[in-house]
């Protein structure tokens, strides 16, 4: 009889721990289409208030779009956080979120 207990307990938490690890590996796949990435400044569209940007860790370039009145984080000293009028290339900013 306790055999059967502890055969029934080990299966009941080897059922709880494979269906949590299904439910941890679909919340990551959902988190992985933003990413949270710096970068250096190639080109800036006051325009379209688009800027391109190189990605260090992978020197990929992308296209980042920037919402009025939003500012960006730079790795400057004096001046943490920019708007977009006051960006020059060659400046790194940090934490774009891309989607």
């Known amino acids: 009889m306790k055999k059967l207990q502890r055969k029934t307990i080990g299966l009941a938490l080897l ?3 494979a269906f949590g690890g299904v439910n941890a590996s679909a919340k990551q796949t959902g988190a992985a289409r933003q990413q949270i990435l710096s970068a250096v400044v190639v080109s800036i569209d006051m325009g379209a208030r688009t800027i391109q940007v190189r990605e260090q860790g ?7 779009r920037v919402p ?3 500012s960006l984080r730079t790795n400057l000293a004096t001046s943490p956080s920019l708007p ?3 960006l020059l290339p060659g400046m790194v900013i940090r934490d774009i979120v891309v989607q």
Do not use: F, P
């Open 15 to 17: 059922a709880l721990l």
């Open 58 to 64: 992978t020197g990929r370039t992308l296209y980042v």
């Open 68 to 70: 009025e009145g939003r």
């Open 84 to 86: 977009i009028e006051r």
